[in-house]
């Protein structure tokens, strides 16, 4: 299975961007996305931004995951 996880864009490197997710900061390729600003939302997977997310999109997402992680903590 593969899985994709939004992050924020906290500075624009081109073709790298480094992003934050809930604290944690990545390096990541923008090859796919190239429109993205500092500041946007993008959807990651294997150290690549595929798609650029809204802030609401991202938000969702976010609330889904933890959802999830709060679900199998439980087990």
């Known amino acids: 299975?593969?899985?994709a996880v939004?992050?924020?864009v906290i500075k624009v490197e081109e073709?790298?961007?480094q992003v934050d997710l809930e604290g944690t900061t990545f390096k990541i390729n923008m090859m796919l996305t190239p429109e993205v600003k500092e500041g946007d939302y993008v959807l990651i997977h294997a150290g690549f931004s595929i798609q650029h997310l809204t802030p609401e999109e991202a938000k969702e997402t976010l609330e889904l995951w933890?959802?999830?992680y709060a679900k199998i903590q439980d087990l």
């Open 66 to 68: 933890e959802e999830y």
């Open 1 to 3: 299975m593969c899985v």
């Open 6 to 8: 939004p992050a924020k």
């Open 15 to 17: 073709p790298w961007a």
